[in-house]
Every structure is written in C-alpha cells, then in structure tokens.
C-alpha cells in the first residue's frame, strides 16, 4: 500500500469545508456521481471513476474526517478499483493537503470485471452501484450501514492514516 500527500487550493478548501457542514450525521456516507467529486481529486483521476462514495466521521472535538473512496475504473486490468482521497476538517476549517491511498490491502479493494460489464458500465450509469454485492439500496445513510464492506476497509484505513499525522 502507497499513499501520497496531495495539497489543495483556498477553493477547494472551501469545497470541503462546505462538504462538512452537509455532514449532518455524526458518522455516515453519500454516494456522489462523477459530476460530484470534489474538485481536490485531479480532473485526470476524475475522468476514470464512475463514482465515489463520501464517508465521514465526526469527533466530538469539532474535526470531521472526510474519505472520498472513488471508483476507478481500470481499462488496462477491466476492473474497479478503489482511490481514496482523505482530509480532515477541523472548526477553524479543512486541511490544506489530504492524501491519496494507492493499491490499498484491504479485502475487495479491486473488482474484476468481465468486458460485457465493462461495455455496460461505459454506457450507462450502474457502476454507482459497484461493487453489487456490499452497495445499501439507500443513495446515504449512517456508515454502521457499510459494516463488513471494502468501502468500511478504505475508510478505516484512511482514517487510521488521518488520525497518525493528526
């Protein structure tokens, strides 16, 4: 498993700090359409993922952790992987550099798909919906909902990673 610091401007910064006040649970997740990855995620990387889904906790200092898992279609292997990008927003406002966790180990960070689902997934809007097996029907909801799922592991991960250089 790699990650990589990647900082961030005052506007997506704001971005993020308006994302965390939309977090009204004290844990909880979204999924967001491609259209709706903030802008913090490189438009390069952006143009592969076919979703993502935003993840949160919050801390009863005021911080909100924020993981944005993206679903990264990957052309070369036909698979679906998983990117995600972290940050901590704090009360005086986000971080000004989150990060990227790259070929993360948790359990079915990556998918194989076949190229009749690829042809599929490039058409129409059903990769929101992978990985099938582990996705609730609910668009959000609280993250207890995710238990058991690889999103729970990248969030995990991420945070474990967030809360050590905390």
């Known amino acids: 498993m790699e ?8 506007s997506q910064c704001s971005e993020f700090d ?3 006040q939309e977090c009204k649970l004290e844990s909880g997740y979204k999924y967001l359409a491609s259209s709706e990855i903030p802008s913090a995620i490189p438009e390069s990387l952006r143009l ?3 979703s993502a889904l935003l ?3 919050r801390t009863t200092s005021g911080c909100v952790y924020l993981v944005c898992n993206g679903i990264r279609l990957d052309k070369k292997a036909n698979a679906l992987d998983q ?3 972290g940050i901590v927003v704090r009360s005086t406002g986000p971080s000004t550099s989150g990060f990227f966790i790259h070929h993360g180990t948790w359990l079915h960070r990556t998918i194989d798909i076949s190229p009749e689902v690829r042809q599929i997934l490039d058409s ?3 990769g929101n919906y992978f990985p099938l097996g582990e996705v609730p029907s609910a668009p959000s909801g609280p993250l207890s909902d995710l238990s ?6 990248a969030f995990r991960e991420t945070l474990r990673i967030l809360m050590s250089s905390a």
Do not use: D, Q, R
């Open 124 to 126: 129409t809007s059903v």
């Open 148 to 153: 058991e799922t690889s999103h729970e592991g």
């Open 3 to 10: 990650f990589s610091t990647y900082s961030i401007s005052s």
């Open 48 to 50: 592969k993922m076919v």
């Open 55 to 57: 993840m949160w906790e």
């Open 18 to 20: 308006e994302i965390a």
């Open 83 to 85: 990117e995600p990008f």
